[in-house]
């Protein structure tokens, strides 16, 4: 005796199942595309507390945290932010580094524009600093300088920085 499907219902529910089976694996190869190396100062994200989850990379050869990014902060964008970051360098000790959870933590930021890729901060940056007078700073000129230092080894489109909101 043979199992049926159930007639044109049975298959409309194979295919929605499968569909759903298709979207999960899909979303979780979506979050394998923001993944970072594991990071001992961050084994869970510290602004939402969650636990990273953590995946083998045999093509790099190390561990790395699924759904998660790395985004540098200044105290002049968020000070209780930075104080939970990680300080980059001794040449920029006004910029710290964070990784935190994509979905929870830095899509809401990027949704109010509070944060942004490093391309797109570097471009605006510039922009701001190109447009000052001859002769004046631009206050923004040391900011965009230890961006472009600390992010000189990172990939610019998901590596994130928190925006000053007065920028």
């Known amino acids: ?12 529910v194979v295919k929605k199942s499968q569909s759903k089976v298709s979207g999960a694996l899909h979303e979780m190869e979506d979050s394998w595309d923001y993944s970072v190396p594991a990071d001992e100062l961050f084994v869970r994200c510290p602004v939402s507390k969650n636990l990273f989850a953590q995946r083998w990379d045999d093509e790099e050869g190390e561990m790395l945290y699924v759904n998660a990014v790395k985004i540098f902060v200044t105290a002049s964008a968020d000070a209780a932010i930075f104080k939970l970051g990680k300080e980059t360098d001794q040449a920029n000790p006004g910029m710290r580094y964070l990784i935190v959870d994509k979905a929870m933590v830095l899509n809401p930021w990027l949704e109010n524009g509070k944060a942004s890729s490093v391309r797109n901060a570097i471009e605006r940056y510039e922009t701001m600093v190109q447009g000052r007078p001859s002769g004046t700073e631009s206050p923004y ?3 965009l300088e230890a961006l472009r230092t600390v992010a000189a080894n990172e990939d610019e489109e998901h590596t994130f920085v928190m925006l000053e909101l007065n920028a």
């Open 1 to 12: 005796m043979r199992p049926t499907t159930g007639g044109a219902a049975g298959s409309d």
């Open 141 to 143: 000129s040391k900011f």
